[in-house]
């Protein structure tokens, strides 16, 4: 294979996803060229759609239903705290030790909207201290003694 690859990732997916496509890509088909370019999954689904992108790495929630699916990982959430935070040294957080928590929540669709319902399902009635489109600033924010936020990390499908 060789030749211009043109892939989309959600925003939150490229800090993981991309470093190792793009290794793995370079050692099995270093005659391809890679471009990737991060956004919500509607903006990315649609330049799929005009041609723009060959292929879209995104949460399955965020791809409309019409697009062919492959599923590449399993997402497990991980709660992000300040390093000083009284649970930043546990490896386990139960859902009722945040109730009382402030959220800095990431909001850009779909991701908002799944973290509320997921923390609702799980009895929490979240109190968002600042809601932000920046995944960096999201996790500057937190790092910084905000909230706690909620991200969704990949893990291989097995």
């Known amino acids: 294979m060789s030749g211009p690859v043109s892939v989309g990732c959600y925003t939150t997916l ?4 991309v470093p190792e496509l793009w290794t793995a890509l370079a050692q099995r ?7 990737v370019r991060e956004g919500s999954g509607t903006e990315l689904a649609q330049l799929v759609r005009d041609g723009s992108l060959d292929m879209l790495i995104a949460y399955e929630l965020a791809l409309p239903a019409d697009l062919p ?19 930043a040294d ?3 957080i139960e859902a009722s030790e945040l109730a009382e928590e402030p959220l800095v929540l990431f909001d850009q669709p779909p991701s908002g909207q799944s973290t509320l319902t997921q923390l ?8 968002i201290a600042r809601r932000t489109a920046d995944f960096e600033l999201m996790r ?12 969704y990390l990949p893990a291989p499908c097995r």
């Open 14 to 17: 490229a800090p993981t996803a």
């Open 29 to 35: 088909h270093p005659e391809l060229e890679l471009s």
């Open 69 to 87: 699916r492959r599923q590449l990982f399993l997402a497990q959430p991980m709660v992000a705290l300040a390093g000083s935070h009284r649970l």
């Open 90 to 92: 546990r490896q386990r």
């Open 120 to 127: 609702r399902r799980l009895g929490l009635s979240p109190r």
């Open 140 to 151: 500057s924010l937190v790092a910084r003694g905000i909230g706690f936020s909620i991200q």
